[in-house]
């Protein structure tokens, strides 16, 4: 069964800081790992990562997949409280499925 | 991108009762997801909507359960049959993107059963 494990589950940091999400995942045929951010309900789009090792950036937020060993991180620089959400990790496999395989998500929570 | 609204936006349900989720598309689309997100869990997929086609559950959801129908191709309904405070969540729908995966979603409807 396709899994997906996030790290850390919560965080709380200060305005400035630099964080590190993590995700690694278990999936069988993969296709592309995806980063959502999810302020109130609605996911957003922040990242589709297909390739190892080419790192995805826009502005303070960057992502980078490592296919070998089986997971990504996504970096935020200077953070800012409107940076404080969920962020979700999400892999979609090859076959015609479209579905998608969601971690826990990290939960941040950026103090002033 | 594609626009997707979703009604209603949030409820408080009773115990025994149905709800009737409605997500509309600005654009015509082939498949259509529900999500389901319970409380501190990750989102999972409830089912595919096809349009003119039954609907694709996943392991652990039922057509008794959550209804769904797909009249055209922008608009979708999901009904949470018969609650329970276990089917407090926020329900997703959502649209490929047709770019590997990327998902679009709808702001999502947070029901609450007691």
């Known amino acids: 069964e396709d899994k997906v494990v996030q790290s850390p589950l919560s965080l709380v940091v200060h305005e400035g800081d630099t964080v590190t999400l993590n995700c690694s995942y278990e999936v069988t045929n993969f296709r592309s790992l995806l980063w959502y951010k999810q302020e109130k309900k609605a996911p957003t789009f922040l990242f589709m990562l297909t390739s190892s090792g080419i790192e995805k950036k826009s502005g303070r937020l960057s992502s980078i997949l490592d296919k070998k060993e089986l997971f990504s991180i996504l970096n935020i620089t200077a953070t800012q409280t409107g940076d404080s959400a969920v962020y979700l990790c999400?892999?979609?496999?090859?076959?015609?499925?479209?579905?998608?395989?969601f971690g826990k998500g990290t939960k941040l929570t950026v103090n002033p | 991108s594609a626009v997707i609204s979703q009604k209603p936006s949030r409820d408080i349900c009773q115990r025994g009762t149905s709800l009737t989720i409605q997500c509309q598309v600005d654009?015509?689309?082939?498949?259509m997801f529900w999500y389901r997100q319970q409380p501190g869990q990750s989102l999972t997929l409830i089912a595919t909507a096809n349009q003119g086609s039954e609907a694709t559950y996943e392991s652990g959801f039922v057509i008794d359960k959550f209804p769904i129908s797909r009249p055209n191709l922008t608009f979708s309904t999901l009904t949470v049959s018969n609650m329970s405070p276990e089917d407090s969540s926020i329900y997703l729908c959502?649209?490929?993107?047709?770019?590997?995966?990327?998902?679009?979603f709808g702001e999502g409807s947070r029901l609450t059963v007691l």
């Open positions: 654009s015509q689309v082939t498949m």
């Open positions: 999400a892999v979609a496999s090859q076959g015609g499925s479209e579905k998608l395989v």
């Open positions: 959502s649209v490929d993107s047709g770019r590997a995966g990327e998902l679009f």
